[in-house]
């Protein structure tokens, strides 16, 4: 099963901008659906943006047109480029994978929005 980490979270204003990386180590990420998820406090886990085996992506409705999800198999990582930030964008965001067989979740990284 694939292991993985979230990187690049962190405090910044209204309006900047993050990249969340998602490093996946044990198996390769190229048979998995990949995904970011947030948990702000008091909510359920959400999803935010997925990207397919081939390519294609979907988002909440909240993000589209802020956050981008990108995938580069040969560095096995899943990145999420998040743009425009919101105060209601402060969560936790955790990392997903499913290849159909089970699914993997990192230890999540905190995003908080504030000036």
């Known amino acids: 099963q694939v292991q993985l980490v979230e990187s690049g979270g962190g405090l910044v204003q209204p309006g900047g901008s993050l990249r969340l990386s998602c490093a996946a180590s044990?198996?390769?990420?190229?048979?998995?659906?990949m995904g970011w998820f947030r948990q702000a406090p008091g909510k359920q886990r959400e999803l935010v943006a997925g990207?397919?085996?081939?390519?294609?992506?979907n988002f909440a409705d909240s993000v589209k047109g802020r956050f981008t999800i990108s995938r580069d198999n040969a560095k096995n990582t899943v990145y999420l480029q998040m743009n425009s930030l919101k105060a209601e964008d402060t969560a936790v965001y955790y990392c997903?994978?499913?290849?159909?067989?089970?699914?993997?979740w990192g230890q999540g990284t905190q995003v908080t929005v504030s000036s």
């Open positions: 997903y994978a499913d290849d159909g067989h089970g699914e993997s």
């Open positions: 044990g198996s390769s990420i190229r048979r998995y659906f």
């Open positions: 990207i397919t085996i081939g390519h294609s992506t």
